[in-house]
């Protein structure tokens, strides 16, 4: 590990030596903070994570026309280069290949970080945009741990930047027209919300130790991470799994049909969580629950549950994911798409909007790409314009909160009370230290 250790630094070190292990690079100064927007000037970021997800966001910014990507930086460098091919077929102009994205946020013409990097990484790596004059487009959940979510408000809030946290259904016209008809009393007060993610993951086997591939900078992968050997069945989508770098299925999924049960029932802290499930499915090395029921209460006689069942796809109101908002004269069904049902107490239907609406991106072909760009103009705006993000970092840090409360109450095997003002634990040190997490020596964010 030591020599692992000792050659990153070296490969990174190369044309200007690196501050610290985890941090900003030397040639941050007041001037890498000074750029500032003119009224016709494109958005310009740099892309931080371009595998799967990361690759679909990238693209969708590179579609927007206010927009150009200037990076790609990615561990995989096979990632990088199927990136930087499709981005430079939608934009006709080829972005840097820019492995560490520390280096990135040296550039001065580089307004955004898109983090759609692994959990572990999401904090750690938007605040250290933050703290490079950068705001932040950042790919839920916003946080790995309960303290990185409180880091990021102030780091926010102190570089006076602009997280958006990508639960992109805060944009949804439908979605946020539903939100609107319940704050309104359409189905009178609501008091539960029902949320769930339904899905037929296969097992993950029994990883070995194996040699880091030519392809990948492990070292850089793990970053804020301490260090484990490489294993054959973690990269690149099973870390989620595992609570070393991965959140679960309730912050990969639940994260965004949570946030909208929160919205909708207009609630931040709870008062009373509990968690019950486990790993039911497969014996293999999958840490976190495949099955999970989250219970969150609040102080205003309301509820929000989570059902999540990564291994069994059978879905609920037809829905693989979904929310349905139960009140005092009927219920509400926000669907997976952009669209939703009101049925009466009677269960009859009684309104139904349905996906009706798409964005020019380019001629993005994915619909859901175009609805996203929704949120990603949203992001622009109130950079160029000064108008409030639909999902401000605080906003994304409460949601974010409630289910990786839930999945403490899950490891502790027992409910847990909370401070409504906060969302802090009460009167459990022995829960708290899961509030935080260690970090490999020099990778510490800091703000």
Known sequence: MKNSRRNFIKKASTGAAVLSIGGILPSFSAKSYGHILGANEKITVACMGVNSRGLAVGKNFAAQ????????????????????????????????????????????????????????????????????????????????????????????????????????????????????????????KPYYAKTWYTNNRASIGVGKET?????????????????????????????????????????????????????????????????????????????????????????NKSLITWEGRSCNGKSVESQSVGVIFYAEQGSMLIESGNSYKIFDLKNNLVKEVKNDFAVDARNLADPASNLDALHIQNLFDGIKKGVAVNSDILSGHQSTLLVQLGNISQRMGRSLQIDPQNGHILHDKEAMKFWSRTYEKGWEPKI
């Open 65 to 188: 026309k206010n927009c150009e990507v200037l990076h790609v930086s990615d561990v995989d460098s096979r990632a990088a280069d199927i990136c930087i091919n499709a981005i430079e077929k939608i934009q006709h102009k080829r972005p840097k290949a820019t492995p560490d994205f520390r280096n990135a946020l040296e550039d001065k013409d580089v307004d955004v970080l898109i983090v759609t990097a692994p959990d572990h990484w999401h904090a750690p790596a938007a605040i250290l945009a933050c703290s490079a004059g950068k705001h932040v487009y950042l790919e839920k959940p916003c946080s790995h741990n309960p303290n990185e979510g409180e880091l990021l408000v102030k780091a926010a809030a102190k570089h006076k930047r602009i997280l958006q946290m990508g639960n992109q259904r805060r944009s949804w016209p439908n979605v946020a027209a539903a939100i609107a008809e319940l704050h309104a009393g359409v189905i009178g």
């Open 211 to 299: 040699a880091v591939p030519s392809w990948l900078n492990y070292d850089l992968w793990q970053g804020p991470a301490p260090r484990k050997a490489f294993k054959d069945n973690l990269i690149h989508y099973n870390w989620h799994w595992f609570w070393h770098w991965g959140t679960g299925e309730a912050l990969n999924n639940g994260t965004h049909m949570v946030d909208l049960a929160r919205w909708g029932l207009n609630v931040h802290y709870p008062t009373k969580v509990s968690s019950n499930g486990g790993r039911y499915r497969y014996q293999d090395d999958w840490e976190t629950p495949d099955t999970q029921m989250i219970n969150l209460e609040f102080e």
